[in-house]
């Protein structure tokens, strides 16, 4: 018996289990201090009203023989797809329905697209970066490479025409620098996957946050992208789904690479390795795509970005440079005082008692920086920011 060895290559800890060590430590230290949490990015509002009635009622279908359902349709509900399809055109974006699969998250997505693909791939990612785009590439032992993304470049890399790659993953708006790419940007990057016959994964997650017109919601409304592209889009952030799980991945049926279609690929994926995502809670998230859904979703959205907009003013006032924020739940920010980001984050906890992210757990060039999430209650992120901008003050 032989095991996947590849595990040894990955850090000792991900990063948020270690966040989460470091915390409890402290709490438990502690016990008298209050903990603001602006670290991990989970959400705090409640599921939209809409969303809740359709919870309520899909239930009530499934404690009747005559409504019962059991194993769904191997890419989702038609009733989803057709939201989901619906949702683009919005865009601009024209999707066959069998382009659209529903699944559990965009984090699962992102990783078990990996099946479909060689080992023998180089992967592109940029530094800093979401670590789960490291950490399921170096499960499958495949050479990864990285495009330094930097304050010089406002952390939003183009590509270098001198590196060979085979996948690239491109999350837009950025976890975790809150970095937005603008549709020529965004053309650079298709172009690039084209030329080379390249995969580029798009990591669509943080779309519901972009006020930016020249910003796109889909990688799809780039010309040539349907020929180079996948993407994955999560209800997590955008409609309270963390705990509820919903996601879509848009698989063109013009991507092929090695005379296969990754469509049809990713379906027999799919029918081996997955049933799907609950009846429930498929219509759960159609709820979200209509009109009632919209507002009550978008009222969510703009309570996280005011809070952004808070922490924003007060590194404003504090005279600390950062980015994100606009576009996105994240904002970037420099440590002051030439602290390591881990540094920082046990300042802020010891004198502040807020928890953020630091920056070299994203990749070595987040070395120097660190990450804050618009998630929390809006009251205790008032208290943070003005917590943070004291600590910053006394450095």
Not at 197 to 215: C, Q, S
Not at 356 to 384: D, H, I, M, N, V
């Amino acid at each position: 018996m032989k095991i996947n060895e590849n595990y040894k290559a990955l850090a000792g800890n991900y990063l948020f289990s270690e966040i989460g060590k470091r915390v409890a430590a402290y709490s438990a230290a502690h016990p008298e201090k209050e903990i603001i949490r602006l670290g991990i990015g989970d959400v705090t509002q409640p599921l939209a009203a809409p969303v809740v009635e359709a919870l309520k009622a899909a239930s009530e279908e499934m404690g009747k023989a005559e409504t019962f359902r059991g194993y769904g349709p191997d890419q989702g509900y038609d009733f989803l797809r057709e939201a989901v399809q619906a949702e683009y055109a919005l865009r601009g974006v024209s999707l066959d329905i069998d382009e659209i699969f529903i699944g559990d998250g965009a984090k699962s997505d992102s990783g078990n697209i990996l099946d479909l693909f060689d080992t023998d791939n180089t992967v592109l990612v940029p530094d800093p970066v979401y670590p789960a785009y490291v950490d399921t590439n170096t499960m499958a032992g495949r050479r990864i490479i990285y495009a330094a993304a930097t304050r010089a470049d406002g952390f939003l890399p183009l590509p270098d025409s001198t590196v060979q790659a085979d996948i690239i993953y491109i999350c837009s708006p950025n976890n975790p620098t809150g970095a937005a790419y603008t549709k020529d940007a965004l053309s650079a990057w298709v172009d690039y996957a084209n030329r080379l016959g390249a995969v580029l994964l798009f990591d669509a997650a943080y779309e519901r946050f972009i006020t930016d017109p020249d910003v796109p919601h889909s990688i799809f409304e780039v010309e040539g992208a349907k020929e180079c592209a996948i993407e994955f889009c999560s209800l997590s952030k955008t409609a309270g789904f963390t705990g509820t799980r919903c996601s879509y991945t848009i698989v063109p049926m013009a991507l092929r690479r090695g005379g296969l279609s990754l469509n049809k690929m990713w379906l027999r994926r799919q029918t081996t390795k997955y049933n799907g995502a609950p009846y429930i809670v498929q219509r759960a998230a159609a709820a979200v795509f209509t009109p009632a859904g919209r507002e009550a979703t978008r009222q969510a959205i703009d309570y996280y970005r005011a809070n952004a907009a808070v922490i924003a003013h007060a590194l404003d006032e504090a005279g600390v440079w950062y980015c994100g924020g606009k576009n996105s739940p994240y904002i970037w920010m420099q440590c002051p005082g030439g602290l390591s980001s881990w540094d920082f984050f046990d300042v802020l906890l010891d004198k502040a008692n807020v928890v953020g992210t630091p920056g070299a757990g994203f990749g070595t060039q987040g070395e120097g920086y660190f990450r804050l999430t618009a998630f929390g209650s809006a009251e205790k992120t008032r208290a943070a920011a003005q917590r943070l901008k004291e600590t910053i003050a006394a450095l």
